[in-house]
């Protein structure tokens, strides 16, 4: 089974930056689909940004430009850099990993940010 951790969530300032990652555990990391999605309070979870097994990257509009996904497979961890933040951005982050028909969630981690 494989176990999602995310870490890096915090309170920060409008402006700001913050790097999310995601460690996981198991041996299928280097040929599953990576995703960061957020969920806002009274808000669908949407999708923030996606990264493919072979390191093809797709991200909402709303964070293109700000934010980068990347992987690194020697480490089995994703990582989410974020810049620029808005107060919109504010939510709970969760990382995703997506392999054949299984999707396996983190728990979350708060990202706060104050105008």
């Known amino acids: 089974q494989v176990q999602l951790v995310e870490s890096g969530g915090g309170l920060v300032q409008a402006g700001g930056s913050l790097r999310l990652s995601c460690v996981a555990s198991?041996?299928?990391?280097?040929?599953?689909?990576m995703g960061w999605y957020r969920q806002a309070p009274g808000k669908q979870r949407e999708l923030v940004a996606v990264i493919t097994s072979g390191g093809s990257t797709n991200y909402a509009d709303s964070v293109k430009g700000r934010f980068t996904i990347s992987r690194d497979n020697a480490k089995n961890t994703a990582y989410l850099e974020m810049t620029s933040l808005k107060p919109e951005d504010t939510a709970v982050y969760y990382c995703?990993?997506?392999?054949?028909?299984?999707?396996?969630w983190g728990q979350g981690t708060q990202v706060t940010v104050a105008s």
């Open positions: 198991g041996s299928i990391f280097s040929i599953a689909t």
């Open positions: 995703n990993l997506g392999v054949a028909c299984e999707n396996y």
